[in-house]
Each structure stands twice: as C-alpha cells, then as structure tokens.
C-alpha cells in the first residue's frame, strides 16, 4: 500500500539529500564544540542515520537499512569531510545547510511514514514514527553533544510541527488512497444525483441541438 | 506460563494509570524547564512509553504495543495537555502525582516481568528488564531534560529498590507456580511423614470415638 | 564465516574480561560522581552491556545475549561490588583499569565484526557495527553520567580509532578467509607462472645432480 506515492528513484536521491543535509548539521555542530575527526564523523552518522535506525528497530526491519545500504553508510563521511575541511567557508552558507535541513525534515517525515504504514501500523502511530524518524537523529545529536534537544525549545515550532504535518498528510493520502474505490463510487454517485437534481448535461458536439 | 497471574482488564486499567502518572511526570518537568507545547507532548511520550518500547525491542515483540495500541499513545496526550493548561494546580496536588507514579513503578516492573517471563527469558534477566521497563522512561526523560537520571542519586532507593522486589516477587511467584505440581507432590509426601511419625489423624465426626 | 576465527572458549573468557573492564570503568565513575549503590550497579550494567545489546538488536538477534547468558548479566556486579568496597585502593591501580578497558575494547570490536558479519552484513557496516558495540556501552555511561562522550573529545584516538582498526582486520580477514579457495589457486598459478620465468626447482635429494 502506498509505496508508489513517490518514484523509487527519486527517492532514494532525495534520501541521500536528507542524509546528507542532517549530517551536515551534526558534522558543523561537532566542529562547533571543538570535537576532533572522530567526533566530526561520529556526530555526523549519528545525526543521519539515528532516526532511520530507530524506526527500523520499531517496525522489524533488522538489520536497519543504514547497515545494509552502503550509500546510507557512506554518505555522512562525505558530509564530514566537507565540514572538516571547509567549515569556515559552510559557516558563511549556513541559510543553505538550514534549507538542506528542511529537505531532509520533509523527506525523512513523509518516507519514515510511508514505510511505517507499509509495515502494517495504523496512521496515529505512523505518523508519531514518521516524526520521530525525521526528529530522532538531531534529538540523538544534541543529547550527546551535552545540550537539551533543539526540538523541546520554544523555538521547536519550526521543526516538529512541519515534521508532524508532513506526516499526517501523508497518512491521510495513504488512507484516502485505500478508499480510492469507495470513494470514486460516492464521488460518481454524487455527481450522478447532483446532475439528475440541476439537469446537468455533457456539452453536445458543437452546433449539434440538444433537442 | 503466568499470564494468568492478573486478570487482563485489570492489568489493562492499571497500564493505563501508570502510564497516565507517567506521563503527567514527565510533562509536569517540561513546564518546569519552561519547553513548550510539542516539549511538553515529546516529554509526556517518551516518559510513558520509553521503558515499554526498550522492553519490546529486547524481547523482539516489535512493533512495540505503544505503537500498536492506540490507547498507550493517545493517554500521554491527555496529561500533556493536563498540565498545559492547569500545571499550577497540579503543582499543589503533587502528593497524587508521586502516589500514583508509583502505581505506575509497580504496574510496569510487574508487567515488564511477566511479559519478559512470557518471552522465555530467565528469571533473573526477566526481573532486570522488569525493572528496567519501569524506570527506562524516567531515565530517558530526565536525560532529554537535560538532567542526570534521579535513579542513580541517593535518594533513588525510594525508586530503583520497590522496582526490583516487585520485579523479584513476580519472579519467584512465576517460579514457584511452575512447579506447583512437584511443590504440591513433596509438601503432600512430607505431611503423610510427618503424620505417621507424630501419629496425626484427620479428626473424626462428632461422637465418634477413634477406636 | 568466520565463526572459528577465534577458539569458542576463548573468545568467552576474553568476552568476560572486556565486561568486567568495562564494568569497572562504569562502576568507578559512578563512585566519583557520588551515585549510591544502586546507581553504581545500573551504571556498571549499562556500560558493560550497552554496546552489545545495540550491536544484537540491530543484526536482530532478540532477545540479546546479555539478557539470556547469565554471566554477562551477573558479572557486572562483581564489577559494581569491587568498586563499592575497594574504589580508593582502585583508583591507585587506576593503571590495571586502563589496561583491562583496552581489552575490553580489543576483544568487543572483533567479536561485534564477527558476530555482524556472521548475520550477513556487508563488511564496512560489519565494521562500524564492531566498533559501535566496542564503543557504544562508553557512550551510554558517559551520556547517562552526564557527561559529554569521551570519544567525541580530542584525546578519542586512544579509544575510537583502536576500535576501527580491530574491527577493519577482523572484517579483512573475513573476506580474505571467504576468498581461500580462489586465494590459494591464484597463488598457486602465480609460483608457477614465476617457476616456469625464473626456472625455479624444488630441491634434489642430498647429491642427486639435477642433470
């Protein structure tokens, strides 16, 4: 159910481009609080795959898809690299690192949804797992930073919520989806009535009489 | 093997109320620390439902119930917003939050037992996760808040303690009822010894002489 | 694969000694950071079994070992005991302390890489799974403690880096001992293809002339 909402292809590319921007944002804060290599490249797999990991252990898809994809795996290190070497000048284009965030927020919300609904969960749930998928991994970055996560804060509203409505619609077009045939006959139906009530006609072929 | 220990509707309830007293923990120390509406809602989540979902990851009884049963994740909700809009009045009922936060220590050290129990898991691996299941969440909240978990401060013996006597009480009655049929076997052979060395004898009806 | 890398019994007695190396690290920190007993014992848990029990749940091998062989579970306390009783005499063979924690770390990087290879993850995911369970329990301890993890801090080359190592041979290895056979022939072809160059001879019997 659901799967072909979006192509796989574009997909997994817009996966990596969230993978990607999250890592970032682990890679640069680990620069920030004067962690070495290893903290960089740490914090930055941590931050993008730590979502996706908790919602494969939730659902039952073991092992997670972070350790059978090595692109998933490889990503975060090209990430890391990048903010070793160029922070200073990634400090400057930070506005891009926060839309590459919000990419990777919108993907990984409405991609954590459609895998936790193809697993058989209902929507409420689905869309918490969604959320939490596109939430989990900077909560997880900030914990072990040594700060309270950012999406606790007051200024949290620019994150989890987006989070929270991508995924509800999500759920909502997967479940209206799964009614396509009733709905499509209520829709017919209706129309049929409504025309039956006003007269509705289809147009004639032109100067063709409709009587 | 010792489900039966409590009756399903009761057991039910009673998750429900401890979840509920957690989660009104959990939500009360987000206003505390000034977080906001999503804040408040993670807090209440993750503080009800974290020790469960540990729990049903280590025994692979995935997905978790808290992502299964709709009732184990909208009732955080319900204190979430309790202490949204009267957290002032809360405060001064704190006697009733701690009483029944620790109705809650003692539904889920009991149910974290048996359903460790129920999974096969030993006895004693069996009562740590129990209680592991009763103060996981705690941890997990008060580790988000920026806090080092109460558990390991002096004053947890008032917390961490009744955890592992209800866990090891469940335990040892799990045990024991396992062998009810060897246990009620030796007690009857040691009665009839016992009998025949001290001469006891069943007494007799009324007016009936034992001769 | 790569099961018999290491002799069973071994690996066991080495398994032990990591947890208990790693208990202790635990369980001192707790003593320093004023804890009670029961935080003492959690935080020796924690560390010792932290790693692997991440390690299990992401190859999907639930319920994890920690929570089905006893002496993992029971031989952290020992750990917890010792430091309750003797900390100030330990703190002296703090030394002792360091080198039993680096063969905790050299004996769970390989035995993560095995293990994970063994459930059929592909080599590099092997090797972040090994030094994740070698480092993972570190992790949790120092989060928990709140402290920020040592190994994101700049003196993390003695731990991280160590971890990677260990488990990039153990995964080298692997794939060398799946190649045995082609290894072997390529080998073989390759002396011979040199001996037919070079004219090489396998040596005559004592004064038997090659002519």
């Not at 072909?4 to 804060?29: H, R, T, Y």
């Not at 890391?80 to 993907?107: E, K, N, S, T, Y």
Request: proline share 6%; net charge positive.
């Amino acid at each position: 159910m659901s799967t072909a909402i979006v192509n796989p292809l574009v997909q997994e590319v817009l996966d990596l481009i969230g993978i990607f921007a999250f890592a970032l944002s682990g890679a640069l804060l680990a620069v920030r609080k004067r962690f070495d290599a290893v903290g960089i490249a740490v914090l930055a797999e941590v931050t993008a795959l730590g979502g996706g990991v908790f919602r494969d252990l939730v659902i039952g898809a073991v092992p997670p898809v972070a350790f059978t994809d090595m692109q998933y795996f490889l990503t975060p290190f090209a990430a890391a690299a990048l903010a070793f070497f160029w922070h200073p000048r990634l400090a400057r284009i930070r506005r891009f690192v926060l839309l590459f965030d919000a990419v990777g927020l919108g993907v990984f919300c409405v991609a954590g949804t459609i895998k936790a609904l193809n697993h058989g969960l209902h929507p409420l749930p689905a869309i918490a797992l969604g959320a939490a998928t596109a939430i989990g991994g900077g909560a997880l970055r900030d914990v072990l930073a040594g700060d309270v996560p950012a999406l606790l804060h007051p200024e949290s509203e620019i994150y989890a919520v987006p989070a929270l409505v991508g995924s509800s619609l999500v759920a909502l077009l997967a479940v209206l989806h799964d009614l396509t045939p009733l709905t499509a006959a209520l829709a017919a139906l209706a129309v049929r009535l409504l025309a039956l009530r006003y007269g509705w006609r289809a147009p004639l072929a032109r100067g063709v009489s409709s009587r």
